[in-house]
């Protein structure tokens, strides 16, 4: 661990000089890259550095226990090196998931698309709701958000939207809100009272580039309609909004949200590259498949993954088994403490399958 920890150090300083040079930044794209990778080896140099320093600390204190006589002086150094020795194996702990390959997709920005499930008119509402909480915790995040298509439900909510989300590790947050959302409560619909269940599905996609998937575009049928949704006028007469068809998957992509028939093919372009990219990954899982299937790391869009308890106040993620009692809080976009244990679940299930091997 300490020869790859020195090699990632060496690394750290390394691009920190190459991104004070003159021509740092006469190649845009690199230098971004390069900055991403420094604030990325830097959070491990930190912790690698108050590591080393523990260690000397403890050192200077065992080399004081062999030459101190006075007892008084002797306890302190004895309750230092027991505090310095718990806060070493603290950080060893800390460096081990860090070290932790990342999923490369991580960093990316993704597409997100919220879909009603079974329940009807409280299906829509619902996906509604998860669309307001996912947008105050991107908001929270300082991230920034792009609709791309909407289709709203005459009742409220939405059939389905979609929408861009684009920051810094954006897809390594939100990929484990990938499956199925179930509601449990009243809805406004129902005039007996009775406690309804209903379900919307959500689905993270990584944003990908060409070179990520190969599309060719010879495969791809374009058709252009008046968009239906709100948008004023302009929207509504002309054609400005696009459906993409990939012939030979039956793949379909619409954006009606732009006024700009080109600004919306590029968006359904996007989507649709990103949907062809998701089969891809799927192949691949399905190919390196282990022994057992991972419980947060590749969340298909037809698993259950979380329930939303109105009567109770609960939320539970199936998933790691996790319950809050503060659903409004939860349903106003607090978030990150499922996001985070989800982390820690993934970190903790790649550290047991680097063991078997």
């Known amino acids: 661990m300490i020869d790859k920890l020195e090699t990632l150090k060496a690394r750290?300083?390394?691009?920190?000089?190459?991104?004070?040079?003159?021509?740092?930044m006469t190649d845009m794209k690199h230098y971004s890259k390069l900055n991403k990778e420094y604030k990325d080896l830097e959070k491990i140099v930190t912790v690698y550095d108050e590591y080393i320093n523990v260690n000397e600390n403890i050192e200077s204190s065992k080399e004081l226990l062999k030459t101190e006589k006075d007892e008084e002086f002797r306890e302190m150094a004895k309750m230092e090196i027991s505090e310095?020795?718990?806060?070493?194996?603290?950080?060893?702990?800390e460096l081990k998931v860090m070290l932790i390959p990342k999923d490369p997709d991580d960093s990316k920005d993704?597409?997100?698309?919220?879909?009603?499930?079974?329940?009807?008119?409280?299906?829509?509402?619902?996906?509604?709701?998860?669309?307001?909480?996912?947008?105050?915790?991107?908001?929270?995040?300082?991230?920034?958000?792009?609709l791309i298509n909407v289709n709203e439900a005459a009742s409220g909510g939405f059939k389905e939207i979609t929408?861009?989300?684009?920051?810094?590790?954006?897809?390594?947050?939100?990929?484990?809100?990938s499956g199925v959302h179930r509601v449990?409560?009243?809805?406004?619909?129902?005039?007996?009272?009775?406690?309804?269940?209903?379900?919307?599905?959500?689905?993270?996609?990584?944003?990908?580039?060409?070179?990520?998937?190969?599309?060719?575009?010879?495969?791809?049928?374009?058709?252009?309609?008046?968009?239906?949704?709100?948008g004023g006028q302009h929207v509504n007469k002309t054609e400005s909004a696009v459906?993409?068809?990939?012939?030979?998957?039956?793949?379909?992509?619409?954006?009606?949200?732009?006024?700009?028939?080109?600004?919306?093919?590029?968006?359904?372009?996007?989507?649709?590259?990103?949907?062809?990219?998701?089969i891809e990954l799927k192949k691949q899982e399905d190919e390196q498949a282990g022994k057992r299937k991972s419980l947060v790391g590749s969340a298909d869009r037809s698993d259950k993954i979380r329930t939303y308890n109105y009567p109770q106040g609960r939320v539970t993620d199936h998933r790691i088994g996790y319950s809050q009692h503060n659903l409004p809080t939860v349903m106003d976009g607090e978030i990150?403490?499922?996001?985070?244990?989800?982390?820690?679940?993934?970190?903790?299930?790649?550290?047991?399958?680097?063991?078997?091997v």
């Open 243 to 278: 459906r993409l068809t990939h012939i030979p998957t039956g793949i379909v992509v619409e954006c009606q949200d732009g006024r700009s028939q080109h600004k919306n093919f590029d968006k359904a372009l996007s989507v649709l590259r990103s949907r062809m990219y998701e």
């Open 12 to 24: 750290f300083e390394e691009v920190g000089q190459l991104l004070v040079q003159p021509d740092a």
């Open 110 to 146: 993704v597409i997100m698309e919220i879909r009603a499930g079974a329940g009807g008119d409280e299906a829509a509402i619902f996906a509604g709701d998860l669309y307001r909480m996912y947008d105050r915790y991107i908001e929270s995040k300082g991230w920034k958000k792009e």
């Open 336 to 356: 990150s403490e499922f996001v985070e244990r989800l982390r820690m679940a993934e970190a903790s299930e790649k550290m047991a399958q680097d063991s078997m």
């Open 184 to 230: 449990q409560r009243v809805p406004v619909t129902e005039s007996q009272g009775r406690v309804h269940t209903s379900a919307a599905s959500v689905a993270v996609l990584p944003e990908v580039e060409d070179v990520d998937v190969h599309l060719d575009m010879k495969d791809v049928r374009k058709d252009t309609y008046r968009s239906s949704g709100a």
């Open 163 to 177: 929408f861009g989300v684009s920051g810094e590790d954006v897809y390594g947050a939100l990929k484990f809100e």
């Open 84 to 93: 310095l020795s718990e806060r070493k194996e603290e950080i060893e702990e």
